[in-house]
């Protein structure tokens, strides 16, 4: 229906002199044109079988900053949730993590129904790298009550709890899938297992991507870099986040891929770069 709002725009446009009346209904309709509902965002993955989210907003989309402008009228600026979300990610991109965490709040205040705040992994994400774990914690654990089998929420919940006690990992109180329920991608399996100490090793890890396509090897180096750091083995997490943040992956087909904006992100914060 956006396209008949924005036609019913550009009449009114069209009619000259714009009276008052005029432009407090183009304001309504550009309104009604913004703050359209949000879809469900589920976390990102390139791999197969998770690709869920909305095509109003792709996860491996690379967003342009002509993409991200917002809609200014009398020099006030009206942004969708949608849009503050977007610029939260390009801010994450651009190596501001305090500014991504601007957005993704106000993207989160705009929806008043709080509907939006249980996808907002994003913003889980932001808090890991501002340290402030026990938000991001909540984050991870108010995203899987609505999307239970998402494992790569579950592994990033205990990468906070591994960060707030170091000491106790397993986290006791880690988040499990589903009684019954199993991710069949191996390399995903094998993550989830690392992280919840349920038997993989790193070396599964690493083969699992090693004998892959590109994104296995990916998002196995990446995951086995997050792991060591929250394991507080740097010499091991610089190596192997750096390899992920230099992949053909990471630079090639899924340049444009949230986590491979992640992992070049982690190593600029890190000092790796």
Not at 1 to 28: D, S, V
Not at 75 to 96: A, C, Y
Not at 185 to 201: E, K, P
């Amino acid at each position: 229906e956006n396209h008949k709002i924005y036609f019913g725009a550009c009449k009114l446009l069209l009619n000259k002199p714009p009276t008052i009346m005029k432009l407090q209904r183009l304001l309504i309709i550009f309104l009604q044109a913004s703050f359209t509902p949000i879809q469900a965002f589920t976390f990102h993955t390139k791999l197969p079988q998770t690709q869920k989210y909305p095509p109003s907003l792709p996860r491996c989309q690379s967003q342009s900053p002509s993409s991200l402008k917002s809609t200014p009228l009398n020099n006030v600026e009206f942004d969708s949730p949608r849009t503050l979300v977007r610029k939260g990610m390009q801010s994450f991109r651009e190596n501001d993590v305090s500014g991504s965490l601007e957005y993704f709040d106000r993207a989160d205040k705009a929806v008043t129904d709080g509907s939006l705040k249980p996808y907002l992994w994003q913003r889980g994400i932001t808090y890991y790298y501002l340290n402030s774990f026990r938000d991001g914690s909540d984050q991870f654990r108010l995203d899987v009550s609505v999307n239970p089998l998402d494992v790569e929420e579950i592994v990033w919940d205990i990468a906070c709890l591994a960060r707030i006690d170091p000491e106790s990992f397993p986290p006791p109180n880690k988040m499990a899938l589903p009684r019954g329920k199993t991710d069949r991608r191996r390399i995903m399996s094998n993550v989830y297992s690392l992280f919840r100490g349920d038997g993989a090793t790193e070396y599964d890890l690493f083969e699992a991507g090693h004998n892959g396509n590109i994104s296995d090897e990916f998002y196995s180096l990446f995951y086995l870099g997050l792991y060591c750091e929250i394991r507080n083995e740097a010499d091991k997490a610089e190596k192997y986040m750096k390899a992920a943040a230099s992949s053909a992956y990471a630079n090639g087909p899924g340049a444009g891929d949230y986590m491979a904006s992640c992992a070049k992100v982690h190593c600029k914060l890190r000092g790796w770069v």
